[in-house]
């Protein structure tokens, strides 16, 4: 990575480099940093902790992996503005279990181990199982989509995503009748991903869908990028992509996927309910109490865009929310 890009890459207005929280109270601060300095002296005597992670980790292949790529582009899905750069978007990263800056995850997260790796899907489906990561490449319809990740911090990125829709994924396990929300799930591994220790937060990372929101066309399943597998710090080995809703929704490095009869708690929406609606949907008109909506700046160029209704998407997904 070279300084200037990662220079750049942090050459935003100081609002746009705020972590997603700040909220936290003094005592809550005290306590956690004498756990995470606790930790932090475990490592440096090698108290299991793990090796020193290395940014500049080639991706590792599987043998599946290899034999997929380069993915073909499913033309349908087409960019207003270019794609971002791959060395911006890798090294600006939302990823709370391993930092709450945006530069360390492309260093932290290199230290989760992503094979072998199962996402067990369970809850009111008929045919509940688990996959091994490698049986997607063989069992779903993989293709690219280009796309455009709007966070709610106000920052934007258009990227090719390598993956498959949700609903085929569902269309296997049968989801019931009486399903009407999906749950997902992040790994939990507090002495890899370090921000996990920070006990005041309800770890693991959760999220959650309607059935109708996980069955839309749009609702991406991802398990590369630039065409080739996920780097870690995108939430590698799957991680989920919701288009038309705030970053947040895009749960990164999935274990567990649930079918349920109601909505459960989620992550965010449950550490600041007034900041993080459970819904979601990006909307120009809607500001964030920290954040104005009615623009977005792309990462990298720093160009500026007028926030879209739906993040653009209305088209496939304004019917969901008449
Ligand atoms: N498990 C997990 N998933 C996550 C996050 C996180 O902290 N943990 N951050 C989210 C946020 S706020 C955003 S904007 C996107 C960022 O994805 P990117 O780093 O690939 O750009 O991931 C989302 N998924
Ligand atoms: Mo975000």
């Not at 909220?23 to 108290?47: E, H, P, Q, W």
């Not at 090719?160 to 790994?187: N, R």
């Not at 990462?299 to 653009?312: A, D, M, Q, S, W």
Request: net charge positive; hydrophobic share 35%; proline share 7%.
């Amino acid at each position: 990575m070279s300084n200037l890009i990662f220079q750049k890459s942090w050459n935003m207005a100081e609002g746009e480099a705020t972590p997603e929280s700040v909220y936290m109270n003094r005592r809550d601060f005290i306590k956690g940093t004498s756990l995470v300095s606790l930790a932090a002296t475990a490592s440096l005597y090698g108290c299991g902790i793990g090796p020193t992670p290395n940014p500049n980790a080639p991706i590792e292949w599987s043998t599946n992996e290899k034999k997929i790529y380069p993915v073909k582009r499913n033309k349908k899905y087409v960019l207003d503005r270019n794609i971002s750069e791959e060395a911006i978007a890798s090294s600006f990263n939302n990823f709370f279990e391993f930092s709450e800056f945006k530069n360390d995850p492309k260093l932290h997260a290199q230290s989760l181990s992503t094979r072998p790796w199962e996402v067990k899907i369970t809850g009111l489906v008929n045919k509940p199982r688990s996959f091994d990561i490698d049986d997607f490449y063989r069992l779903l319809p993989i293709e690219e989509r280009l796309y455009r990740l709007r966070c709610v911090e106000a920052w934007a990125m258009a990227v090719p995503w390598t993956g498959f829709s949700l609903k085929s994924l569902l269309d296997i396990v049968e989801p019931q009748p009486k399903a009407t929300h999906i749950a997902m799930t992040t790994f939990y591994k507090p002495f890899t991903a370090q921000g996990q220790l920070a006990f005041w937060r309800p770890w693991p990372y959760t999220e959650t869908l309607t059935i109708e929101e996980a069955k839309n066309e749009l609702t991406f399943m991802a398990l590369g990028m630039y065409g080739h597998p996920l780097r870690k710090q995108h939430g590698s080995p799957i991680r989920m992509v919701v288009p038309w809703k705030y970053g947040y929704k895009s749960i990164k490095s999935i274990v567990k996927i649930e079918l349920l009869s109601h909505q459960p708690p989620t992550f965010w929406n449950s550490v600041i309910p007034l900041e993080y609606s459970i819904e979601a949907n990006v909307d120009p008109k809607v500001n964030h109490p920290r954040w104005l909506q009615a623009t977005e700046k792309m990462i990298g160029t720093g160009e500026v865009h007028k926030t879209k209704l739906y993040n653009g998407y209305e088209k496939q997904v304004a019917h969901l929310y008449v």
